[in-house]
T-cell receptor
Framework: GQNIDQPTEMTATEGAIVQINCTYQ??????LFWYQQHAGEAPTFLSY??LDGLEEKGRFSSFLSRSKGYSYLLLKELQMKDSASYLC?????????WGAGTKLIIKP | NAGVTQTPKFQVLKTGQSMTLQCAQD?????MSWYRQDPGMGLRLIHY???????DQGEVPNGYNVSRSTTEDFPLRLLSAAPSQTSVYFC????????????FGQGTRLTVV
């Protein structure tokens, strides 16, 4: 079956670093995505990994290990505006399979 | 450049009514899709299209119809609304099936009473 697991909720402090994990079991794999979704808004693209390793983009980095079915999103220098849900998704053929999302709460 | 335009933003329907959610993109994207998002669950794919005239079912297609007569438009029809279809619906588009980024509309919050 298709399964993507993420923690439901995480809390971190402004200025700190947080790592959001995602594990997946899918019948196919053509890339892994991370999206950010603020409450009441549409998801917006953060990162894409198709090869093993780390992709860095400003304060955000994403890591992929295909052999372990594992990815993480690393957020540095947390800001209050980073309070949002973070969605992990795997492309399998024409379709994206989505995790339920991790709600990140930032405290001052 | 408007991106993905989705209407309406909010809608209340009575059980048994039908309606069409509109989705249009102006980026000449080939791939378009419809999702529903429910609390505690990931986005679930309803239908998708890889180009004009081509549509296919996703994970949860029952009760919904789509068509793709042009590259720009991908409407979603609810044939006979049921309370189980109360959800937030998102339309998304991307340059191709293998694109590295999808763009989402602002969503439609649908309540069926």
């Amino acid at each position: 079956g298709q399964n993507i697991d993420q923690p439901t909720e995480m809390t971190a402090t402004e200025g700190a670093i947080v790592q959001i994990n995602c594990t997946y079991q899918t019948s196919g794999f053509n890339g892994l995505f991370w999206y950010q979704q603020h409450a009441g808004e549409a998801p917006t693209f953060l990162s894409y990994n198709v090869l093993d390793g780390l992709e860095e983009k400003g304060r955000f980095s994403s890591f992929l290990s295909r052999s372990k079915g594992y990815s993480y999103l690393l957020l540095k220098e947390l800001q209050m505006k980073d309070s949002a849900s973070y969605l992990c998704a795997v492309r399998d053929g024409h379709q994206l399979i989505w995790g339920a999302g991790t709600k990140l709460i930032i405290k001052p | 450049n408007a991106g993905v335009t989705q209407t309406p933003k909010f809608q209340v329907l009575k059980t048994g009514q039908s309606m069409t959610l509109q989705c249009a993109q102006d980026m000449n994207h080939e791939y378009m899709s419809w999702y529903r998002q429910d609390p505690g669950m990931g986005l679930r794919l309803i239908h998708y299209s890889v180009g004009a005239g081509i549509t296919d079912q996703g994970e949860v297609p029952n009760g919904y119809n789509v068509s793709r007569s042009t590259t720009e438009d991908f409407p979603l029809r609810l044939l006979s609304a049921a309370p189980s279809q109360t959800s937030v619906y998102f339309c998304a588009s991307s340059y191709s099936t293998g694109a590295t980024e999808a763009f989402f509309g602002q969503g439609t919050r649908l309540t069926v009473v």
